[in-house]
């Protein structure tokens, strides 16, 4: 049953109950497709083909008990963009409502960049692909973890082709994706030891995202552009990509999994900020000598992608 979490207590109650990670993302998505259709049934039947989809750790099914919002709409009718627009809005503050910060980037079907026909997708996906610009790089990956949450699926499928067709035209622009996830947070020190925060809110607690997360999505991702790889979660892109690339992959599905495991574990978050960082004082010694593992074969794996790339 999905809980319509009108309250924050409620949200709390709806999310801790989950006994995994996949779990608590499969309730995710219940209960936005439950927001998704709240908001048809607001502002009446939708009056053309399209989807709503996620993307970020949404996409990649790899949230945690909080998430800001990383959404986006296709539909196939330029005509109808004042409802599509009206629909986003009405979205993206309903999604507020029940608890998912707005996007500090924008990415939301509140967003015209966001919130478009298959035209004009076409239109700036072309434009993302030729530019030099960090910016429109990072929008082209947050692009390709979009999956499909309502609606047509096969509209963003057929884009992200478009995406496929322009790399396999154009192999260089992997370099100019590899440049894009050059740099990440160091975590462990010269002699192995855990580098958490030294000051602020935040003393004491190793973030998680800069350090482990990025690397580890950032370069399976951009091996999954390169073979067309169309799953978003990590963890399935790993399983495909295993057989073609086993020596470079070696053990990253494991200690990937281990990461998610670890997160949800010892997570206590009271707001979305609070997601990905880890008391390092709470961890059990043998959950510091994997976390140091995982923290190692992240750097490992970084250093081997941007070898192969650039």
Not at 257 to 271: C, D, G, I, M, N
Request: proline residues 3%; glycine residues 6%; aromatic residues 12%.
């Amino acid at each position: 049953m999905v809980v319509k979490c009108t309250n924050e207590q409620q949200r709390q109650q709806y999310f801790a109950a989950c006994p995994s990670v996949s779990a608590l993302n499969e309730r995710h998505d219940a209960l936005m497709q439950t927001l998704i259709a709240d908001t048809l049934t607001q502002l009446g039947q939708a009056p053309c083909r399209f989807t709503v989809f996620i993307t970020g750790s949404g996409g990649r099914k790899e949230q945690g008990f909080w998430s800001d919002q990383d959404h986006g709409l296709i539909y196939t009718n330029e005509a109808y963009t004042d409802y599509f627009m009206a629909f986003g809005q009405a979205l993206s503050h309903r999604l507020a409502a029940a608890g998912y910060a707005y996007c500090d980037g924008g990415i939301m079907t509140s967003n015209p960049q966001w919130n478009g026909s298959v035209d004009m997708w076409q239109r700036q996906l072309n434009q993302w692909l030729q530019a030099a610009a960090w910016s429109e790089i990072r929008y082209t990956q947050i692009f390709y973890d979009a999956r499909s949450l309502f609606g047509d699926d096969l509209l963003l499928l057929e884009l992200k082709r478009q995406i496929d067709g322009y790399i396999s035209q154009y192999p260089q622009l992997l370099k100019r994706f590899s440049t894009n996830i050059m740099h990440f947070k160091r975590a462990l020190g010269p002699f192995g030891q855990l580098l958490p925060e030294r000051y602020g809110e935040y003393q004491r607690k190793l973030d998680l995202k800069y350090s482990a997360f990025l690397p580890y999505i950032n370069c399976v991702r951009l091996l999954a552009l390169e073979h067309h790889v169309h799953a978003t979660s990590t963890q399935e892109r790993i399983a495909i990509l295993a057989p073609q690339q086993r020596i470079l992959l070696e053990d990253v599905g494991y200690y990937f999994e281990a990461l998610l495991s670890l997160r949800f574990r010892y997570q206590q978050p009271k707001k979305y900020q609070d997601t990905y960082y880890i008391s390092l004082n709470e961890l059990s010694t043998a959950d510091r000598r994997l976390l140091k593992k995982i923290l190692q074969r992240a750097k490992q794996l970084h250093e081997a992608v941007m070898a192969r790339y650039t």
